[in-house]
């Protein structure tokens, strides 16, 4: 042997992995090269990376901008103005409840496009957007309002409804006078009751 002393490897740290915990300890009785500690933080890093990804891909957060969410976030925006409108009519306050109705038909184009979310929305939204169309502007009365406002308070507990489901919702719009089919309809049925084709 030559008098060169043989170099040991840089030991800085050791490393123990704890439940997706990574916990460095100074370098005490066990020897690891520096590179081989790097390579392992490396790994374990890229190993968290993935878990967190499959957990966010399986239970995404509230403002992920999931269809689902971001429907309910217009729900309830809806049933706030809803309440305001109420709460404003209670006051005699028309203008203000009307105000806020309008702030509510404002939502529904955005609310329509989440309609395959379930069957049920897509119903309730269809419902209001004509029934708004065939008001030609004209204010909703406190019936309109405490009907409109359970049809979609409906759609907050049951997300998930069926056409079916929502159907005593739609036809409490229709027993408020509100007119849920569009005038359209009228004219086909016309036709189709004279034989014209």
Do not use: W
Not at 102 to 130: K, Y
């Amino acid at each position: 042997m030559s008098g060169r002393k043989q170099e040991k490897p840089e030991t800085v740290a050791t490393i123990r992995v704890e439940t997706g915990a990574l916990a460095l300890r100074p370098s005490g009785s066990v020897s690891v090269p520096a590179a081989a500690i790097v390579d392992q933080i490396s790994r374990i890093a890229d190993r968290e990376a993935k878990l967190i990804d499959d957990v966010r891909r399986i239970y995404p957060a509230q403002d992920s901008g999931s269809p689902f969410n971001a429907a309910m976030n217009l729900v309830q925006a809806a049933v706030d103005r809803v309440n305001e409108a109420r709460d404003k009519l209670h006051d005699d306050d028309f203008i203000a409840a009307d105000d806020r109705m309008q702030h509510l038909q404002v939502l529904l184009p955005e609310l329509f496009c989440f309609r395959d979310v379930s069957a049920g929305l897509g119903a309730v939204v269809t419902a209001l957007l004509i029934a708004f169309r065939n008001l030609e502007g004209r204010p909703m009365d406190s019936n309109q309002v405490e009907a409109v406002g359970r049809a979609l308070r409906g759609l907050l507990g049951e997300p998930f409804q069926t056409h079916e489901d929502v159907l005593s919702d739609i036809i409490k719009l229709e027993d408020a006078g509100l007119l849920v089919d569009p005038p359209e309809l009228a004219l086909l049925v016309e036709e189709n009751a004279s034989g014209v084709r």
